[in-house]
Structure formats: structure tokens, C-alpha cells
């Protein structure tokens, strides 16, 4: 059975709708809304706007969310994990309007951004066991989610749901942004410091679950590059022997040359600061246990045409197996 599975940061992925409000007529058990209605909000204890440090929480631009459903739907992949998706209601309408239905399956459970972006899994192929682990600590501040997001586990299974084929750890690992009001040096170093206990407690939890001989994968925004040794303890574990699936990706097509691309086609992430080269670097990852990589027939990133993005600031990459 041949399979393909890769990741994606949707970029933002918020609904247009943007306010919780309170109906008096359901309070007075009146739910009849086929009649004309008129919604009026003028008292502030009845309604809430989402806002994230002050700004408006805006839906994601229409033409950006048509750009990345266009991508999807060319990659046409099996399994599709997600990283920023704002919730499951916006998930599922992504899925039904925008990419047709094309994801039969789909799973995102609540995280811990105060952004409310979350990880998710959109699937052709059915799915077994989900959990969450957005509630787990690490030993250094144990009274906190070490998650910022999620850490999600998902089975995916074979047709006729008889078989799971592999489990899926989607990540979306602590950004690299320090906000400019923040003091620079100090606000890199806690992001790092909080990547690395992610990328630790994420290698406990899959080494409790999974044994080094299962069939597993971890992949998402990692937001390091492979070689970091902030990742080192989840992707050169010497217990889980994990594949970098991603060391010599074909593109979907060439960045233009001006953009004087790396000769390494392992990138997913273009940043250039103002007067200097730009960096490019593989922050979206997709890591094979020992039975997976030995399945991998190939790997791919759909390269993005405008150097700032389609839609999305990350190019999706992915791998083919056959299962």
C-alpha cells in the first residue's frame, strides 16, 4: 500500500467569524430562529470581540486561505499534519469549502497558544486513538504546560480499519519570534530554553508509548533546523534512532535564482533580515522510526512561487512509503 503523509504550517488559519455573544431568546427558552432576527450589540457584558495584545484577531486573508487549499489539493497527500489552525470548527470548514472535502477525517484538540493556533491532522485514511498531551510538564517548572501548543498523538489506519498502519506525533515546537518590545537577549534565550524541554519531554512521551521497533513518525514545525542541538534530544535519541526523511527532498519546482537559493533543497523557511542574505533552513520536519524509514520511497516540498510565501511563510513537504 503506498501512502503519502507530510506537514504544513497553514499560517494563521483563523475563522472570519470573530465574536461569542448571548441571545436573550434562548435565555428565555425561545429558540425559534426561522423568523426574522435583528442582533444589537451595544452592551458589552453581552458580547466578546477575540483580541491577542490589544489587536483585533482578523480572519486569515480569502485569497491566502484559496492559495494554500490549492496547494493541498495538488499535493493530494494521505495524511496531512497541520500546524496554526485556529479551531476544530475551522478545520472541518476549511476541509468542506475550501478543499472540497477532500480529508474525510479530521482531528485538532484545543492546545495551549494564546494565540489559538493549535496542531491538527487532516486524513484520507481512518483514524484510531488520539491524545493530547497538552497538558504535560516538564521537571524544570512543573507547574506549567510545557506544550505551548499540543503535542499530538494520532494512529491511522488501514481502509478497513483492521491494521494500524503507523502513529503520527505532530508537533509545533516554541517560535524563534521575541516580541520587540521584550528584551532581546533574554527573550531568545527563554524561547530556546523552552524548545529544548519540548523536544525533551516529546522524546519521554513517544519512548513511553512506542517501543523503537513500532511504527512511528514525528514531524511539524520545529522552528530549528535538524542539526540544533536544542532538538537533539528527540531527533538523535540513541534509543529511538529516529530518520531525518527530509535530507534530500525533490522540489515541485526551482526558487528563482535571484533569490540565490541554497544548492541543499532541504529548506522550508526563507527569512532575510534587511541587508543581508537570506536564511534558509528546514524547520518543517518529518522524522521515521527504524520499520518506517526502511519503507520511504521518496521525498518532496512543494516549493513555494513568491520568495515571501504562498499563502503560508513555510513550504509543506512530505514522504511517500509504502505501508
Not at 461569542?20 to 470581540?49: C, L, Q, R
Not at 523536544?199 to 513518525?217: C, G, K, N, V
Not at 542574505?277 to 522510526?289: E, N
Request: with cysteine; glycine share 4%.
Amino acid at each position: 500500500m503506498d501512502i503519502s503523509v507530510g506537514t504544513f504550517n497553514l499560517n494563521n488559519l483563523f475563522s472570519r467569524f470573530n465574536f461569542s455573544g448571548v441571545i436573550d431568546a434562548i435565555k428565555t427558552g425561545d429558540t425559534d430562529v426561522s423568523v426574522s432576527a435583528k442582533y444589537d450589540f451595544t452592551d458589552p457584558s453581552t458580547f466578546k470581540i477575540r483580541t491577542f495584545k490589544g489587536k483585533l484577531v482578523k480572519g486569515k486573508d480569502p485569497k491566502d486561505t484559496d492559495t494554500i487549499a490549492r496547494r493541498i489539493v495538488e499535493m493530494n497527500l494521505d495524511v496531512l499534519g497541520c500546524q496554526e489552525v485556529e479551531d476544530v470548527d475551522t478545520l472541518r470548514r476549511f476541509n468542506t469549502d475550501n478543499l472540497k472535502g477532500l480529508y474525510p477525517f479530521q482531528v485538532l484538540v484545543e492546545g495551549n497558544d494564546n494565540r489559538l493556533i493549535d496542531v491538527a491532522v487532516l486524513s484520507k485514511l481512518p483514524i484510531g486513538a488520539v491524545t493530547s498531551w497538552q497538558k504535560a510538564v516538564h521537571p524544570a517548572v512543573p507547574t506549567e504546560p510545557v506544550f505551548s501548543r499540543d503535542l499530538l498523538q494520532v494512529e491511522i489506519l488501514n481502509g478497513s480499519r483492521t491494521k494500524r498502519l503507523f502513529t503520527m506525533f505532530v508537533n509545533h515546537l516554541k517560535s524563534r519570534f521575541v516580541d520587540p518590545l521584550e528584551n532581546q537577549v533574554i527573550g531568545t534565550k527563554k524561547a530556546n530554553e523552552l524548545r529544548q524541554r519540548q523536544a525533551e519531554m516529546a522524546a519521554q512521551i513517544i519512548e513511553a508509548q512506542l517501543r523503537p521497533t513500532s511504527s512511528f513518525m514525528v514531524l511539524g514545525d520545529m522552528n530549528d533546523p535538524p542539526e540544533s542541538p536544542l532538538l537533539a534530544p528527540l531527533v538523535s535519541s540513541s534509543t529511538m534512532k529516529l530518520h531525518n526523511a527530509l535530507e534530500k527532498p525533490t522540489e515541485t519546482r526551482p526558487v528563482k535564482p535571484s533569490a540565490d537559493p541554497p544548492k541543499n533543497t532541504a529548506w522550508t523557511d526563507r527569512f532575510k533580515k534587511s541587508g543581508q542574505p537570506a536564511d534558509y533552513l528546514l524547520f518543517d520536519q518529518i522524522w521515521l522510526s527504524p520499520p518506517l524509514a526502511s519503507k520511504q520511497t521518496g521525498a518532496f516540498i512543494d516549493r513555494r512561487k513568491n520568495l515571501t510565501g504562498d499563502g503560508s511563510d513555510h513550504d509543506p513537504a512530505w514522504v511517500t512509503l509504502t505501508v
